[in-house]
Nanobody
Framework: QVQLVESGGGLVQAGGSLSLSCAAS????????MGWFRQAPGKEREFVAG????????SYAGSVKGRFTGSRDNNKFTVYLQMNSLNPEDTAVYYC????????????????????WGKGTLVTVSS
């Protein structure tokens, strides 16, 4: 069965850093564009970072650009999100998602386009 399992969430102080990982199984990993989304309490799920199949293309939400870095290792079937300079507005449940795409350089940024989702990992940033 398809599984996307996030890890690395936790409690950090403002200004700190945190690294998230998402391990995939049950899919031909290299055929999927990957993405990170987050959902804060009372808010809609929003795009955070996207990584194309080949890892040559990335895209970021304006609120995290310059602070977050998404990457993937197709040999390890894993996608990563390095988060630096965290602030309380980054507090949310972070989700890993996969989208089957034909173009290896396409970055997928919309939740509706994602085919599979992980269960999420909670990131809490204290002030």
């Amino acid at each position: 069965q398809v599984q996307l399992v996030e890890s690395g969430g936790g409690l950090v102080q403002a200004g700190g850093s945190l690294s998230l990982s998402c391990a995939a199984s049950g899919i031909f990993f290299s055929r999927y564009a990957m993405g990170w989304f987050r959902q804060a309490p009372g808010k809609e799920r929003e795009f955070v970072a996207g990584i194309s199949r080949s890892a040559y293309k990335t895209s970021y939400a304006g609120s995290v650009k310059g602070r977050f870095t998404g990457s993937r290792d197709n040999n390890k079937f894993t996608v990563y999100l390095q988060m630096n300079s965290l602030n309380p507005e980054d507090t949310a449940v972070y989700y890993c998602a996969a989208s089957r795409t034909e173009d290896p350089l396409v970055v997928v940024t919309t939740p509706h386009a994602m085919d599979y989702w992980g269960k999420g990992t909670l990131v809490t940033v204290s002030s």
